[in-house]
């Protein structure tokens, strides 16, 4: 297992609470509108695009490609914060993980990996490069 930085636990809400319940089980789910077939990100019941309520959990694939980045070097130990946008369309702020800080590029392919968090929390996600 990798050396991740210390992550505090998410505080699911009733909407999202079917992906961090996913999440310990290692599934990746993005929520797709029944309406207007786009896939959006952060899960949430209202679509963002059209307002319908039709909307359902579907399984994400878990692969992207970095959107834009920054590396983070006031931390005691630099890290990268991206969007990466998600295969499916939307866009999703993470963290780039398992790999050297000044080799992340845009546009480069990356992939789902799981972080734990304190206090025994479910994992978050994050990316690495494929």
């Excluded at 990466?84 to 990356?110: A, F, H, R, W, Y």
Aim: aromatic share 10%; with cysteine; net charge negative.
């Amino acid at each position: 297992m990798a050396n991740y930085r210390k992550m505090a636990a998410p505080t699911p809400d009733p909407e999202s609470q079917p992906f961090w319940d996913a999440a310990t089980q290692g599934k990746f789910l993005v929520r797709k509108c029944n309406g207007c077939g786009k896939v959006h990100w952060y899960p949430r019941t209202i679509c963002p695009f059209c307002a319908s309520d039709e909307t359902e959990w579907v399984d994400g694939k878990g692969t992207g490609t970095i959107y834009t980045y920054t590396v983070m070097r006031r931390a005691k130990e630099p890290y990268v914060v991206a969007y990466v946008e998600l295969d499916e369309g939307p866009k999703m702020l993470t963290n780039i993980v398992e790999c050297d800080v000044d080799s992340v590029e845009i546009g480069q392919q990356v992939e789902l990996v799981w972080v734990p968090t304190t206090e025994d929390g479910p994992p978050v996600p994050c990316f690495k490069p494929a």
